[in-house]
């Protein structure tokens, strides 16, 4: 194994991962993350990034107790959001409401050390994601680190984005089609599909996962930026922070294995591609699977996800879940178990009102919008917020949105 795929790069720094948690709903995410990141890769630790003034201390507790076991480091940061008012205000463009909160992942820059030592090299995760095999070697390779350096080094490492909209949903431009999606032309698990300008889906990244080399001029490059955007401009953005990365690094990242980001929706849209013993890291897009339970149809059939074609994927979750809650129920960790199970389906398979909005009514909201603008009844009970209707009541456990923040 490489110098650049070792965790340790023998001259004090690091290769590390970071995650963001800015809501208690996605608690059992992150713990998980943590848990199955450590079983693959247990010398690499992994950073959450948490918003105090959001996450319960109950919450926060949780992580500290999982700390202990999971080789992470917690890493409490400010919001950023966008200023509301000063007549600059607009109809909210993004696709969802739960995006609200995912301008503070720009925070991941900032992130210049851990515990007095230096990171190298840091890869961000999505906290919806859980770990099926060691991420590094197909993170933190010789190529990466290669390409990562060269230039200005104002680079980043993704894998493209998926714009086949087999769902249809009504919020995704014209251009969003399979013939434009770069995984269509993946035949093989082994496969890895080039950035091109044309067409310009097949230049876009998601950003569930992405890889950089920490600097100060890195992070001032991707926070000047955002501080140089009209926060109207900023506003129109579907994903806010994966649409705003794209534009900012545009022309400067590489493509790598759709096994680092492999959207559970490809099972079944890019079969071809996809394998399920080489899934490395699992992102689990849209509803989450801790939010309800795994059904059963008289087939014999798993059933979850909006659509019920999620069974086996969310399956999986479940299954390392019941380690991980066995594992600490042996280790005595009553209190992280208690505060865990606040967040996850219950046995019953009665969601709650914490769950719904990570759940199937999270992709019943999305599609109640169509070019920025809500269509129809999108169950705004709730008020109006800057970003369009609110979708829910606040979350057990939250304390609201906090400060609005911008830039550093």
């Known amino acids: 194994m490489s110098t650049q795929e070792r965790d340790d790069n023998g001259n004090g720094s690091l290769n590390a991962y970071a995650t963001l948690l800015t809501r208690p709903s996605y608690l059992a995410g992150a713990l998980l993350l943590a848990y199955t990141l450590h079983h693959h890769s247990p010398t690499t630790p992994l950073i959450i990034m948490y918003t105090p003034e959001t996450m319960s ?4 507790a949780a992580l500290r107790a999982e700390a202990k076991y999971s080789n992470t480091v917690l890493y409490p940061v400010e919001h950023l959001r966008l200023p509301v008012g000063g007549g600059d205000d607009s109809e909210g463009g993004m696709v969802a409401e739960r995006f609200i ?15 007095g030592r230096k990171v190298e090299r840091l890869c961000f995760l999505d906290a919806d994601m859980m770990i099926f095999s060691d991420p590094s070697p197909y993170i933190f390779s010789q190529a990466n680190d290669a390409y990562l350096a060269g230039g200005d080094a104002k680079r980043l490492v993704a894998t493209h984005i998926c714009v086949c909209n087999l769902d249809g949903d009504a919020w995704a431009p014209a251009s969003w089609t399979k013939e434009n999606c770069a995984h269509s032309y993946v035949t093989s698990p082994q496969g890895v599909p080039e950035v091109k300008a044309e067409p310009s889906t097949m230049a876009e990244m998601n950003t569930g996962t992405f890889a950089f080399r920490p600097s100060p001029a890195l992070a001032s490059f991707v926070l000047a930026a955002f501080d140089d955007t009209p926060p109207r401009e900023l ?3 579907k994903f806010p922070d994966q649409d705003f990365l794209n ?4 022309g400067r990242w590489r493509s790598v294995s759709w096994r680092v980001n492999a959207l ?17 890291v699992l992102h689990y897009i849209v ?25 086996e994927t969310h399956g999986w979750w479940w299954d390392v879940f019941a380690r991980w809650e066995g594992e600490r129920r042996e280790l005595g960790e009553a209190e992280l178990l208690d505060t865990t199970a606040r967040y996850v389906a219950g046995v019953d398979g009665k969601d709650s009102e914490e769950m719904r909005a990570v759940g199937g009514g999270a992709q019943a909201f999305a599609k109640k919008w169509a070019d920025g603008k809500p269509v129809g009844d999108v169950g705004g009970d709730f008020g109006q917020g800057p970003h369009g209707p609110i ?13 609005v923040v911008r830039g550093r």
């Open 287 to 311: 509803d989450k699977p801790w939010a309800a339970r795994v059904q059963t149809s008289p087939s014999g059939a798993k059933i979850a996800g909006y659509k019920g074609d999620d069974g």
């Open 57 to 60: 201390d109950p919450a926060v």
């Open 264 to 280: 559970k929706t490809w099972r079944y849209w890019h079969p071809r591609m996809w394998a399920d013993d080489e899934v490395t």
């Open 101 to 115: 909160d995912t301008w503070t992942k720009l925070r991941v820059f900032e992130v210049l050390e851990v515990e």
């Open 235 to 237: 506003r129109r953005l």
């Open 247 to 250: 534009i900012v690094f545009a």
């Open 391 to 403: 979708l829910r009541k606040p979350m057990f456990g939250e304390r609201g949105h906090g400060r």
